[in-house]
């Protein structure tokens, strides 16, 4: 499976951006989803998941801001960001884990660059 992350871009506090994540198969429910965000000289940071059952999952600092959601038609899975803080600037990555063979892939980087 290949992930192709994009939608990041430079935006004003309290802005909005759509980070979306194509996969080059069909993602049906057989994946658990997630985004993580990373700064330089810090680890990479579990920002929303997305069950297989559509239980989602947020990081407190970004809870009421951030939505995951996917659209499986499109084999893509979406962050919206709303109300967007200069903290959220990072490299946006996604992430998909098959719920059977665990077997995790990764989307390259997307930056989110939020100016104050």
């Known amino acids: 499976v290949q992930l192709q992350a994009s939608g990041g871009g430079l935006v004003q506090a309290g802005g909005s951006l759509r980070l979306s994540c194509e996969a080059s198969v069909g993602i049906g429910n057989l994946y658990y989803w997630a985004w993580y965000r990373q700064t330089p000289g810090k680890e990479r940071e579990l920002v929303a998941s997305?069950?297989?059952?559509?239980?989602?999952f947020y990081v407190d600092s970004v809870k009421g801001r951030f939505t995951i959601s996917r659209d499986n038609a499109k084999n893509t899975v979406y962050l919206q960001m709303d109300s967007l803080k200069s903290e959220d600037t990072a490299v946006y990555y996604c992430?998909?884990?098959?719920?059977?063979?665990?077997?995790?892939?990764w989307g390259q980087g997307t930056q989110v660059t939020v100016s104050s």
């Open positions: 997305l069950s297989t059952s559509d239980t989602t």
């Open positions: 992430n998909a884990d098959h719920k059977l063979t665990r077997r995790l892939f």
